[in-house]
T-cell receptor
Framework: GAGVSQSPSNKVTEKGKDVELRCDPI?????LYWYRQSLGQGLEFLIY????????KSGLPSDRFSAERTGGSVSTLTIQRTQQEDSAVYLC????????????FGPGTRLTVL | LAKTTQPISMDSYEGQEVNITCSHN???????ITWYQQFPSQGPRFIIQ???TKVTNEVASLFIPADRKSSTLSLPRVSLSDTAVYYC???????????FGQGTTLQVKP
């Protein structure tokens, strides 16, 4: 089957605009994670979904960031009023379940805020 | 979550065995040790995980002493294509989330 897919692969936006990043996990994977990777911060956890609920949002950097997951499948990460420091690669990963530790990562969305 | 410490970088030559050691002094009972590999412009890829003793798969071995405060990833006979960043992580079975450190940049030379 297909792996984790993310869209768009690249996104350039202007400061202050809202962006939506999409993640399609591997079919049947109940756990979904968002991470971001930037030069200054390395790879950091943002949020975790089990099914459609998000029991751990501890990594979201501010209230401008939100995420949802519908139908236990697709997830959308939304960044409102983007700032230049939001520029990073946003990675999505999925796994069979929360306690199954092999996470499969997508290729990422490279976000550039001008 | 347990913090991990690993060397920032390592150099090796093709055909050699590479051992990357990671310390995780505050590992909890429910935590697993897992290693990921990341190539430039790609997402991380799972290599191996273990709880204690030794685990081996087709690409690597993971050695974990009895106190579990450290672990060693062993890559046999590396090739140029093994040049990548290797992350050691301690993962809670309660949350599953991965907390990445700086990783070890392995450079394999011809």
């Amino acid at each position: 089957g297909a792996g984790v897919s993310q869209s768009p692969s690249n996104k350039v936006t202007e400061k202050g605009k809202d962006v939506e990043l999409r993640c399609d996990p591997i079919s049947g994977h109940t756990a979904l994670y968002w991470y971001r990777q930037s030069l200054g911060q390395g790879l950091e956890f943002l949020i975790y979904f089990q099914g459609n609920s998000a029991p751990d949002k501890s990594g979201l950097p501010s209230d401008r960031f939100s995420a949802e997951r519908t139908g236990g499948s697709v997830s959308t990460l939304t960044i409102q009023r983007t700032q230049q420091e939001d520029s990073a690669v946003y990675l999505c990963a999925s796994s069979l379940s929360r306690d199954y530790n092999e996470q499969f990562f997508g290729p990422g969305t490279r976000l550039t805020v001008l | 979550l347990a913090k991990t410490t690993q060397p920032i970088s390592m150099d090796s030559y093709e055909g050699q065995e590479v051992n990357i050691t990671c310390s995780h002094n505050n590992i909890a009972t429910n935590d697993y040790i897992t290693w990921y590999q990341q190539f430039p412009s790609q997402g991380p890829r799972f290599i191996i995980q273990g709880y204690k003793t030794k685990v081996t798969n087709e690409v690597a071995s993971l050695f974990i002493p009895a106190d579990r405060k450290s672990s060693t990833l062993s890559l046999p006979r590396v090739s140029l294509s093994d040049t990548a960043v290797y992350y050691c992580l301690v993962v809670s079975s309660n949350t599953g989330k991965l907390i990445f450190g700086q990783g070890t940049t392995l450079q394999v030379k011809p």
